[in-house]
Structure formats: C-alpha cells, structure tokens
C-alpha cells in the first residue's frame, strides 16, 4: 500500500502564498492519481486539485488561477503551489491517491494522508 506524507500547512496572511508537499512511500506518485482535498471547520471536504498519472490536472473552480499542481518523479513528491490565499482557503489539506472516475471527489480515493493545516490570518 502507498504511504502518504503531507506537510507544509501554517499561518499565511491574506495575499500571500504557500507549497504544500504530499510525498509518498511504497509506491510511486507517477503510477497513482494526486488529488489535493480540504475540510474547512464544520464543512464537507472538497476536492481542490487532482493531477492523473497522465499527467492532466482538474481544478475546483475555487483553485482557477491561484493554485497549481506539479510533481517531482525523483522525490516521489506532489507539490500543491497556493498563491492569493484568503481566509476561505483555510483548512486542513489533505493529500490522496487512487484511480477515481471522477477526479475531485473524496471517496474515489483509496489512500489518504495525514493532513496539514493552513491558516490564512492577518
């Protein structure tokens, strides 16, 4: 089974930006699909970025053009670039992995990470 390992969440105040990382183990991120998901206090998660083992990216409309997504084959990592954060991007992050139908909903995935919180504050 594929570990995954999410980090780089904190404190980023309004306008700014952050990378969040999702590195995984046994098995490789190229093979798997990445989604990136967030659960905002008393909020559903939500899919926000999924990028295929193809290669193509989905995007939730709240990630156009202020979140993008890459992948480091060497590093077996999946990065999450966050810019013009505001106060409803905070939430927790989650990284996951699996082969789903439909890109950006949760329970298409198998494997999940821990999560990593960011705070967008003044």
């Known amino acids: 089974d594929v570990q995954l390992q999410a980090s780089g969440g904190g404190l980023v105040q309004p306008g700014g930006s952050l990378r969040l990382s999702c590195t995984a183990s046994?098995?490789?991120?190229?093979?798997?699909?990445i989604g990136w998901f967030r659960q905002a206090p008393g909020k559903e998660r939500e899919g926000v970025l999924c990028?295929?083992?193809?290669?193509?990216?989905s995007y939730a409309d709240s990630a156009k053009g202020r979140f993008t997504i890459s992948r480091d084959n060497a590093k077996n990592t999946v990065y999450l670039q966050m810019s013009s954060l505001n106060s409803e991007d905070t939430a927790v992050y989650y990284c996951?992995?699996?082969?789903?139908?439909?890109?950006?909903?949760?329970?298409?995935?198998?494997?999940w990470g821990q999560g990593t919180q960011v705070t967008v504050s003044s």
């Open positions: 996951a992995a699996g082969h789903p139908s439909i890109p950006l909903v949760p329970y298409e995935y198998h494997y």
């Open positions: 046994g098995g490789s991120v190229n093979w798997w699909n």
């Open positions: 990028l295929n083992s193809a290669g193509s990216t």
